[in-house]
């Protein structure tokens, strides 16, 4: 029962090098979210594809971008990494949109740019 | 999406029912209760949903009061292993972008 498996769990990354951290689910799922998750803050949307071939931004959107390569993966790249960008990202699925389709969040990416 | 009160912490003993409250007052109509807890390190785990009626899984119970304005968790027989924040969260049916908001949560302490 893998559900969400989110790669790498840990990374460091000096400022203005760039990663792409990966999420695949194994649910048939047909949308997919990231979220960052700081001190004090609660979870924030990053991005979130509804159905494969589809992405939409979310709170906060601003030095990310993302791939739904197909209906079980979606990346999340980082272009030129900032110190404002350290965070634990989770990435979640769901059936789909509706409001009685609950999400399932994978162990998360613990990001740290020095 | 309407804003939760939950306590900040609570204590359980181990093997007794933990009850969790939350209270929602400002709930819509088309808006679901929903619980989360994260362990620490963890991703967030979904525990339960609800709109109307109380709802029972293999985790946890469910009960949201008639006016839907507060609900309880209830993990019946908790272990050393239910220690995490829990967080109840409220959202729309159809919410653009489908984000979870989550709040302040209750940190549960299950004593042996």
């Known amino acids: 029962n893998a559900g969400v498996t989110q790669t790498p769990k840990f990374q460091v990354l000096k400022t203005g090098q760039s990663m792409t951290l990966q999420c695949a689910q194994d649910?048939?799922?047909?949308?997919m979210y990231w979220y960052r998750q700081d001190p004090g803050m609660g979870l924030r949307l990053i991005y979130y594809?509804?159905?494969?071939?589809?992405?939409d931004k979310g709170e906060v959107p601003n030095g990310y971008n993302v791939s739904r390569l197909n209906k079980r993966e979606f990346s999340l790249r980082l272009e030129s990494a900032a110190p404002s960008q350290t965070s634990v990202y989770f990435c979640?699925?769901?059936?789909?949109?509706?409001?009685?389709?609950?999400?399932?969040f994978g162990d998360g990416t613990r990001l740290s740019i020095l | 999406d309407a804003k939760t009160t939950q306590p900040t912490s609570m204590d359980c003993a181990e093997g007794r029912a933990a009850n969790l409250p939350c209270n929602h007052s400002?709930?819509?109509?088309?808006?679901?209760v929903y619980w989360y807890r994260q362990i620490h390190s963890q991703g967030p785990q979904y525990i339960i949903h609800?709109?109307?009626n109380n709802e029972t899984n293999e985790m946890a119970s469910l009960i949201i009061t008639e006016d839907r304005k507060s609900s309880t968790l209830i993990l019946p027989h908790a272990t050393l292993r239910d220690t995490a924040v829990y967080y109840c969260?409220?959202?729309?049916?159809?919410?653009?972008?489908?984000?979870?908001?989550f709040g302040g949560g209750t940190r549960l302490m299950v004593k042996p």
């Open positions: 594809s509804a159905s494969e071939g589809t992405t």
């Open positions: 649910m048939n799922h047909n949308s």
């Open positions: 400002t709930i819509s109509g088309n808006e679901y």
């Open positions: 609800g709109l109307k």
């Open positions: 969260i409220v959202r729309v049916a159809n919410n653009a972008g489908n984000m979870l908001t």
């Open positions: 979640a699925s769901s059936v789909g949109q509706g409001g009685g389709q609950p999400q399932h």
